[in-house]
């Protein structure tokens, strides 16, 4: 836009068309630098050819820079020109930075920014380290999850763990009407083992131990350390002939683990005892209730087992109460646990 005095002003008087250009120079720069709202152009100023229409776009331009050094993304400038258009791309880029500001915020960390410079730069490096900081925290507390509930010897599911999934699948068998069955298994003669070997060896015998159990059992079957040397299973959807043959199965696994020794091989066996609950006709009980009594009375089974000779299985009936008064404890420990 060209700001021309007029011509016959500066034939007459060149030294007032000087006076003049220095002012209009000075209400300019005013409009651009001063951080008060600039003044109305002077009346014997208005005059000048396509002075209003500058110093308005001037003062627009300027309005609109100073909202988006506040902040403010949403104004519109109607202006056109380099300057303006500057302005206007400024404000497209701070708004897409926004935007990805706003991803990075709800955990999207692919948000990349390449078009302000150095900004840019400390932008991309601060997204990457908040990525990194992010998996980092994640896998700890993956990590710290998984020490919660699970054994740190054996690697298998916790007491507290196992009776948490034990307490739901026994409502759910109740509710439903399915079976649901239990194994309790002890490793035979464990205390010669570690009297025999010593404390290390014993601990590799209960790893292999639990391996093995792994190795034999469905996806749905939770398997526990129990406490020492004692091991429990939970079987959904498991009548008492599929349980007894799932201890069988467990119990030919065992079996076959056979433990390297500087001296040789040491062979384990193991004994089990299995209950289940499926009687649901007249049933009065509730799934706690029946859950604590599928437990003791497959205490008890393992009890018997260890007591007729070992490295067999035992089922006992729920209404089976000839067994009542022995076994290894295990439903006091099931209340010592929280479950």
């Not at 001296?263 to 509730?286: K, Q």
């Amino acid at each position: 836009m060209t700001v021309s005095p007029q011509a016959d002003m500066d034939e007459r008087d060149p030294v007032r068309a000087a006076v003049e250009a220095a002012e209009v120079v000075r209400y300019l720069a005013r409009i651009v630098g001063d951080p008060l709202p600039p003044p109305s152009l002077p009346s014997h100023l208005q005059g000048i050819e396509g002075l209003p229409e500058l110093a308005m776009t001037l003062a627009a331009e300027r309005a609109f820079a100073a909202r988006l050094a506040e902040g403010d993304l949403s104004g519109d400038l109607a202006a056109r020109g380099y300057l303006a258009g500057s302005l206007k791309t400024l404000q497209a880029n701070l708004r897409h930075l926004a935007w990805q500001a706003s991803r990075v915020a709800e955990g999207d960390f692919s948000q990349r920014v390449d078009f302000m410079g150095e900004f840019s730069r400390a932008f991309n490096a601060m997204v990457g380290r908040l990525a990194h900081s992010l998996a980092a925290l994640r896998e700890s507390e993956r990590k710290y999850r998984q020490m919660a509930i699970t054994d740190s010897l054996t690697g298998l599911y916790n007491l507290r763990y196992f009776f948490s999934i034990a307490e739901k699948e026994f409502r759910r068998a109740l509710r439903h009407r399915r079976p649901v069955s239990i194994i309790m298994l002890d490793i035979d003669n464990f205390k010669a083992i570690n009297d025999r070997h010593g404390h290390a060896v014993g601990d590799t015998v209960l790893r292999e131990f639990a391996r093995a159990l792994g190795n034999a059992l469905r996806g749905a079957d939770v398997l526990a350390r129990y406490g020492g040397e004692e091991f429990i299973v939970l079987l959904p959807e498991t009548d008492a002939p599929g349980a007894k043959t799932v201890a069988e199965k467990l119990k030919k696994n065992v079996e076959g683990c056979f433990i390297g020794l500087e001296s040789g091989c040491l062979h384990i066996t193991a004994s089990f005892g299995t209950s289940t609950f499926d009687a649901f006709s007249g049933n009065r009980r509730s799934s706690a209730e029946i859950m604590e009594l599928v437990v003791r009375r497959a205490d008890q089974a393992l009890y018997h087992s260890k007591n007729t000779g070992k490295n067999k299985v035992t089922f006992l009936a729920l209404d089976d109460a000839t067994a009542e008064g022995q076994g290894l404890g295990a439903s006091r420990r099931m209340r010592t646990h929280g479950a």
